[in-house]
């Protein structure tokens, strides 16, 4: 477990705070790239397995082992992918933890303000509070996530984040 310190330099927080509202943003991107990821490894791996990866025109080639080659390229292909579709993995999984440490409603309010792309006007609706209590609630809820997921602080989120588990991620 890291040891967990406080960020007293506000432009850091700031950029950081904005590093995360983009991360959360991009949470149905990256899911989607999840999705388009393994149904290219999915193909390569049926070419491989079912013998349909090499065409004719691919085995005339002017070397002796070209069809040995196109076999390695693909292999190396599909590692590749593979080793995109870990990262994404591990990105998404380390999302989804923080977001699960936070309180039911600042996991709420950041699913549906960043994730879902809500308007503030439709959130006030919904929790029936002002703009000023709104941002207030999605300001602590993020502070929440960057602790949860990164055991930093600031220190006027200090007693924001004092029930929330930080382990390293």
């Known amino acids: 477990m890291s040891e967990v310190r406080p960020i007293d330099i506000e432009e ?6 904005n590093e995360t509202i983009e991360e959360l943003q991009d949470y149905n991107f990256l899911k989607r790239d999840i999705f388009n990821l393994e149904n290219k490894i999915k193909t390569f791996e049926n070419k491989l397995c079912i013998g349909q990866a090499i065409g004719y025109s691919e085995k005339v080639q002017t070397s002796g082992n070209g069809y040995e080659n196109t076999i390695a390229n693909m292999i190396n292909t599909k590692n590749e992918l593979e080793d995109k579709l ?3 993995k591990n990105r998404l999984i380390i999302i989804d933890k923080a977001l699960s440490k936070l ?5 709420e309010l950041l699913t549906y303000r960043y994730i879902k792309g ?3 006007n439709k959130l006030e609706t919904k929790y029936y509070v ?6 207030r609630k ?3 809820a993020l502070a929440q996530y960057i602790y949860c997921k990164n055991g930093i602080y600031i220190e006027r989120y200090k007693n924001a ?9």
């Open 12 to 17: 850091s927080y700031k950029n950081l705070k």
């Open 86 to 88: 870990n990262k994404k």
């Open 103 to 107: 309180e039911e409603e600042s996991r």
């Open 118 to 120: 809500c308007t503030m």
């Open 130 to 135: 002002d703009r000023t209590t709104l941002y």
């Open 138 to 140: 999605i300001q602590k």
């Open 161 to 169: 984040c004092r029930n929330i588990e930080f382990d390293n991620m």
